[in-house]
């Protein structure tokens, strides 16, 4: 497999999950009134940059640059990228309507407002990469060392979750049968 293959596969499921933003921003833009032109556009212009996104996400985590399972470094990273897409979205859709680039009226009101709402948006990336994420790399971990590392971190997260819970289902047993027992 050629490391470009490598490298899109470690990127899909950021791709993937980046890319689920443009139908829904379609859903929701239809649904809010506007006509199927720019629910169109807006579905193209903010779904490909928050793939692309994803998809560099996906690189970090595989590059060991964000480490899985902790939020600061994914919300940190859409705390930039989020504004950057929305912006990107507000252009493009200027652009493919008008045939020209659009501007917000007050940009750095409307990069800091993107900013705040990013936050909601890395907790949905980062629960969704979570779910997503591992299953794919145990498919893709053959041959490639970065998407097996990253699946046995994963696993291994998994594996202590299943103790702590057992512990946790094993000390409410033990505490039952004694109140049964003093009873």
């Known amino acids: 497999m050629t490391k470009w293959r490598h490298l899109g596969n470690l990127a899909l499921p950021g791709v993937?999950?980046?890319?689920?933003?443009?139908?829904?921003?379609f859903g929701l833009a239809l649904i809010a009134g506007q006509p199927l032109d720019w629910a169109l556009a807006t579905a193209l212009a903010l779904g490909l940059p928050l793939a692309l996104l994803g998809g560099g996400f996906g690189l970090l985590m595989a590059a060991g640059k964000i480490s899985p399972g902790v939020?600061?470094?994914?919300?940190?990273?859409?705390?930039?990228?989020?504004?950057?897409?929305?912006?990107?979205?507000?252009?493009?859709?200027?652009?493919?309507l008008t045939g020209r680039p659009t501007l917000p009226p007050d940009v750095w009101g409307f990069l800091a407002f993107q900013a705040i709402v990013s936050l909601g948006f890395?907790?949905?990336?980062?629960?969704?990469?979570?779910?997503?994420?591992?299953g794919w790399l145990r498919r893709i971990r053959h041959g490639d060392p970065r998407a097996e590392r990253l699946y046995q971190f994963y696993l291994r997260h998994a594996e202590a979750q299943w103790k702590t819970r057992e512990n946790r289902r094993q000390a409410r047993a033990a505490a039952r049968a004694v109140r049964h027992k003093g009873a």
């Open 71 to 96: 939020f600061a470094p994914t919300a940190l990273y859409w705390l930039v990228g989020f504004p950057l897409a929305r912006l990107t979205h507000e252009v493009l859709v200027g652009l493919l």
């Open 16 to 25: 993937g999950i980046g890319a689920i933003a443009g139908p829904a921003a």
């Open 122 to 134: 890395a907790i949905g990336f980062s629960w969704l990469y979570e779910r997503v994420a591992p």
